[in-house]
């Protein structure tokens, strides 16, 4: 019993701390390391302290809190972009992270040579964009754009470029970092849709967000953080309400 | 090492186009393109091929392809120590955003490299032909030869890109280094220059080991010292497990440090 439900959790935190460095004045050159070896101020900075968290396979949770609490390095550590100083992270299933859009896109390629590109920084083969090359492009709405460097393309353009290939990777486990604002309305209201369908086809999705409307509306769990502490876990409406009330 | 091994194969995709965009993407909006890459070693090896037979006197034959057999490798080595000792700090933007296996940055660097070296063989084909020096079948020791300077890069790079992050100064070291090794290394010369005693003492490094083996394959189309060569086979594998454990352990705090 106790085993089958264990392999429906997706994400599990293990007393999980991360504490960051904080130098006074970084030295990152040998004639600093070797001058000031013994003037470090380092201060050490505790972002997390002792994590527990499961989150189950087809959840839709949201990571509030206010700025500096450490969402975003929570997702982090989920993505293994960064270690946690303790404890454990284990994810199970091809995971993507939207931690920012269009990140090694090289502007003198077309977007159809940085599709490619981004999709394999994602873990896709060579078939798997294949596959969903028309889906992206149809996606973007980018037209005959899309075999243009990069470079010529508007702000809103390039956007919608990355998150088109992000949104169709079709991980198992999404997380996403307050990416939700982009392009015009008319994208915007296509990425949520295609958020919710993602959200009913048994995906877990990770989101960090300000945007508390856009959260209950997607999610059905949200996590509190507070004070390197998880304040609060449970039904979206009620820990928005409360973290409305105490930090609103 | 076989998850490492497994993760490498699920992001090969990422290697192949991130080696494209390495091969294509740094010659982009130059006329040339990437030519240059083969145009910069031949033009090393014209001013050294005026300048030197004046130092050296007694002088070596057909002393142009004998440059060109050791410029060429050289040029491999360098460049991929240079760019690969940088390509983490470069990289900084993708890996404080986005999760790939780490080792890939290093790795592409090498087989981009290597790809570019092999294309440039094409130049040393020529000059054989063309000086009526001709082939032999030793060649068929230079994939062995080829392999072994591949995995001794690999090796070293693993290494330094890693620390790089860490201490920027590595960078700057590893260049004065390898200025230094460039003439360590027999390539404007030939080992048989020196009493045998030197000789022995410069064949401890391995570049030397290298380069004496394509010499001897293509140049004087005789047998290579096997077993120097298997020698430094070995000791690169042993560096490139070094260099992967090593790299495994620092790259945890590099999203950090960037």
Redesign the interface.
């Known amino acids: 019993m106790r085993k089958t439900s264990n392999n429906n959790i997706v994400i599990s935190v293990n007393n999980v701390s991360k504490t960051f460095k904080i130098y006074s004045d970084k030295p990152s050159t040998l004639k600093e390391r070797l001058v000031f070896w013994n003037n470090n101020k380092t201060e050490y900075h505790e972002v997390l302290k002792n994590i527990n968290l499961d989150i189950k396979k087809g959840e839709t949770v949201a990571l509030i809190g206010t700025n500096g609490s450490g969402k975003s390095t929570l997702l982090k550590l989920m993505t293994k972009i960064i270690y946690p100083t303790k404890g454990s992270i284990k994810t199970v299933g091809k995971l993507t992270s939207l931690l920012e859009l269009g990140a090694g896109f090289h502007p003198d390629f077309t977007g159809r040579e940085n599709i490619y590109f981004n999709a394999s920084i994602f873990g896709l083969t060579a078939k798997e964009i294949d596959d969903r090359i028309n889906d992206i492009i149809g996606f973007s709405e980018l037209g005959n754009f899309i075999d243009s460097p990069v470079r010529t393309y508007s702000s809103g353009m390039y956007m919608r470029l990355a998150f088109s290939v992000a949104i169709n990777v079709d991980a198992e486990i999404l997380l996403i970092d307050e990416i939700l604002a982009v392009g015009d309305q008319h994208f915007q209201d296509k990425c949520f849709a295609k958020l919710e369908e993602l959200k009913n086809s048994e995906k877990t999705i990770v989101i960090v967000s300000h945007s508390l409307d856009s959260v209950k509306k997607l999610c059905n769990r949200a996590i509190w953080i507070h004070d390197e502490k998880i304040r609060m876990d449970g039904n979206v409406d009620k820990v928005v309400d409360e973290y409305l009330k105490v930090c609103g | 090492m076989i998850d490492t091994l497994n993760n490498l194969y699920?992001?090969?995709?990422?290697l192949?186009?991130?080696v494209r965009?390495e091969i294509r993407?740094k010659y982009?909006?130059s006329f040339l393109g990437v030519l240059w890459s083969f145009v910069n070693p031949l033009l090393q090896v014209l001013v050294y091929a005026i300048v030197f037979p004046f130092i050296l006197k007694g002088g070596q034959e057909h002393y142009v392809t004998f440059l060109i057999i050791g410029i060429l490798p050289w040029t491999f080595f360098t460049t991929v120590i240079l760019q690969g000792t940088t390509t983490v700090l470069q990289n900084g933007?993708?890996?404080?955003?986005?999760?790939?296996p780490r080792e890939i940055l290093p790795i592409s660097v090498a087989v981009s490299g290597l790809i570019n070296f092999l294309i440039s063989c094409l130049i040393i084909f020529i000059f054989l032909i063309f000086s009526g020096i001709g082939f032999s079948w030793y060649m068929v020791f230079l994939p062995m030869v080829v392999l072994a300077q591949f995995l001794l890069l690999l090796g070293i790079i693993l290494i330094t890109s890693a620390i790089n992050v860490?201490?920027?100064?590595a960078e700057y070291i590893i260049n004065f280094l390898v200025n230094m090794l460039f003439y360590a290394t027999p390539i404007l010369y030939s080992p048989n220059l020196f009493p045998a005693k030197i000789a022995q003492i410069l064949n401890l490094n391995p570049m030397a080991v290298i380069i004496n083996s394509y010499r001897d394959i293509l140049f004087y189309q005789s047998m290579p010292r096997l077993l120097s060569l298997f020698v430094v086979i070995v000791g690169s594998i042993i560096l490139l497990f070094l260099g992967l454990k090593i790299f495994k352990k620092m790259q945890?705090?590099f999203?950090?440090?960037l």
């Open positions: 699920a992001y090969r995709q990422l192949k186009s991130n965009k993407g982009k909006g933007g993708i890996i404080k955003k986005v999760y790939f860490y201490i920027r100064d945890k705090g999203a950090e440090e």
